[in-house]
């Protein structure tokens, strides 16, 4: 996560990164010159020389990946970068706010590290971290604030945290918002409910711990197997 939020404040926010990192003269350990180090600097994000040359290595690459023919640092110079949105969702007339990466005039630009930048690995955990949810959410808050039925497209710029460190540009589709959309819908109405009746349910439970037939130990591995089988 820290590495994500340098990369954010290399590429999207580099005027701000002055103030808001400090680069330690050295290799991060846990010696007392590193700690102290940290503790002066307590109110910043704190960075090693190689994690900040690695982050500005992303961030150089980001900028020059191309996008509809131009590079991605063209349309970020283009956009109000960290725009927050204030909304009252129709619905439920929950009061919402969101924190745009890039809002740019035509487009929802959101920047992710990731571990897989390819369309299908991205997708994956897309879902699991609910990317989706997400991405229908800014989506609907860009519509209220500028009077509009139809939203941008919201791309995704997926950069890989290890080398080579590839950046793909991944447009939201129809079903991956309508999953999304789902999500939403279904968090929000469950936070007025709660709202409304000052009850909140948790997860917890009282019950018997079992596993199921795929968890379970087998003395049947592979090596024991081969074993069993040599000659």
């Not at 350990?29 to 109110?43: G, K, L, N, P, V």
């Not at 290595?57 to 960290?82: C, H, M, N, W």
Request: hydrophobic share 40%.
């Amino acid at each position: 996560m820290d590495f994500g939020t340098l990369v954010h404040l290399l590429f999207l926010q580099p005027r701000a990164a002055a103030q808001e990192l400090a680069v330690y003269p050295g290799v991060a350990d846990r010696t007392s010159t590193f700690t102290d180090f940290e503790a002066a600097h307590c109110d910043r994000l704190v960075v090693d020389e190689p994690t900040f040359a690695r982050g500005r290595r992303v961030a150089e690459k980001l900028a020059a990946t191309k996008y509809k023919g131009r590079p991605l640092q063209r349309f970020i110079d283009e956009s109000v970068t960290e725009a927050t949105i204030y909304f009252t969702e129709p619905v439920t007339r929950l009061r919402m706010r969101v924190r745009i990466d890039a809002y740019h005039p035509d487009i929802t630009f959101d920047l992710k590290s990731t571990r897989h930048a390819s369309m299908r690995l991205f997708s994956r955990d897309a879902v699991d971290m609910d990317y989706d949810l997400q991405a229908y959410m800014y989506s609907l808050a860009r519509c209220m604030y500028e009077g509009r039925t139809t939203a941008p497209p919201f791309v995704f710029i997926a950069a890989e945290s290890t080398a080579p460190h590839s950046v793909s540009t991944l447009e939201a589709g129809e079903n991956f918002m309508g999953n999304g959309a789902l999500k939403f819908k279904a968090c929000a109405a469950a936070f007025k409910a709660c709202t409304d009746t000052g009850l909140w349910p948790d997860l917890g439970t009282d019950s018997v711990l079992e596993l199921e037939p795929w968890h379970q130990f087998s003395t049947k591995t592979g090596w024991q197997m081969g074993l069993a089988t040599a000659p």
